[in-house]
């Protein structure tokens, strides 16, 4: 028999951990869904952005998890209430490809879970960037037979086969290793002194500090960085010293002449790696920087254990360049009461201004690609 409850507390989401991670591991989630990243980015951004986290049960077993939070905007004077994947927020770092989980095959637990959804309060609902998984795409469809919908435009999302040894600077294409031999050649002629450098738990905030100093006088002349939001800083330390705690946690810093030139924050998730942030300093940029960094990152990350590694959404060159391999995301926005009413008589361009007052762009990319 199914049980359908609701977690509107953070502190409640530890105390199902275990049997969360369980059901993650079953349905083939990305670490972006798991219970300890869904619960720091509650702790950081829980004062402007609600829980409302439905679990099911059968006789007693987790089947399903939407971790969903619920927040509120204005375009003019019309309220705007949302309800999206926790993760899913302007100006926020994202949990980028998070999705509900429900077991495979279970269409009786996700017909539930549309029926826990439809009695949440909210206008608009909104989910992007999940994978194209069979469980993901039967959401979308569920969803789109139940209120005024209309899916997102596809987006892309690489990842990357690791070479099973040596280093994947000898997977590069011709056109990257050349261009890293003479980046190198440069530096060895300049006598500059380089050196990589793991980073222990206690580095974190200092970490953390650099890459944001780093990406907002990168981002300065070009519309602003959003670590100069307080929360977002705060996230990735916390984010950070979490994925440390449960022994997924991965900084490496690349030194040039002491100075810290740029750095890859990744998770390893069993066999799969996230790179998570790359940043560099705009002083060494002449040096590719964070192009070193990351074979460095990744080739760690191969050692560790993964096979593959998550390069984040968007389809930058450089990603093609690593031998990243596309594959597609889903999306799904709904309305229903006076704004799915002001959609209808608008046609889409409600929903288009809507998702630009809100920043639910799927174009959106938070991996910095001037790091390479």
């Not at 999940?130 to 569920?142: D, F, K, L």
């Not at 288009?352 to 390479?372: F, H, M, N």
Request: proline share 3%; with cysteine.
């Amino acid at each position: 028999m199914l049980r359908s409850f609701l977690i509107t507390s953070p502190d409640e989401l530890a105390d199902h951990e275990d049997r969360w991670e369980a059901l993650r591991r079953e349905c083939g989630g990305t670490v972006f869904a798991s219970n300890y990243l869904i619960r720091t980015w509650f702790e950081a951004y829980g004062h402007i952005a609600s829980p409302r986290v439905i679990m099911i049960e059968d006789n007693g077993d987790l089947v399903s998890v939407a971790p969903m939070t619920t927040y509120r905007y204005y375009v003019g004077r019309l309220p705007i209430k949302v309800l999206a994947l926790a993760g899913e927020m302007k100006d926020r770092l994202r949990l980028s490809t998070i999705s509900p989980l429900y077991t495979p095959g279970r269409w009786d637990v996700l017909k539930q879970m549309l029926r826990e959804i439809k009695r949440l309060d909210w206008s608009l609902l909104t989910n992007i960037n999940m994978a194209a998984t069979p469980a993901n795409a039967g959401y979308i469809e569920a969803v789109k037979g139940e209120w005024q919908s209309e899916e997102y435009p596809s987006a892309k999302m690489l990842t990357l086969r690791l070479p099973e040894t040596g280093s994947l600077y000898d997977a590069l294409d011709k056109k990257a290793r050349k261009n890293l031999r003479w980046r190198a050649g440069l530096l060895e002629r300049e006598g500059h002194k380089l050196e990589y450098r793991h980073l222990s738990a206690e580095d974190i905030d200092r970490a953390v500090d650099e890459y944001a100093r780093q990406h907002i006088e990168r981002w300065a002349s070009r519309g602003g960085s959003y670590f100069r939001d307080p929360d977002n800083v705060r996230y990735l330390k916390l984010s950070t010293a979490a994925s440390y705690r449960m022994g997924r946690g991965s900084v490496t810093e690349l030194l040039i002449d002491g100075r810290v030139a740029a750095q890859s924050f990744d998770i390893l998730d069993g066999k799969t790696g996230y790179g998570d942030k790359i940043g560099m300093s705009d002083e060494f940029m002449r040096y590719s920087p964070g192009w070193l960094v990351t074979i460095r990152a990744m080739d760690e990350l191969r050692d560790l254990g993964a096979e593959n590694c998550f390069l984040g959404i968007g389809g930058e060159g450089y990603k093609y360049e690593m031998g990243g391999v596309e594959e597609p995301l889903l999306g799904i926005r709904a309305t229903r009461g006076m704004l799915s009413l002001l959609s209808r008589a608008s046609g889409s361009s409600m929903l288009q201004k809507v998702g630009s007052k809100i920043g639910l762009s799927i174009d959106e990319v938070e991996v910095d690609a001037t790091a390479r």
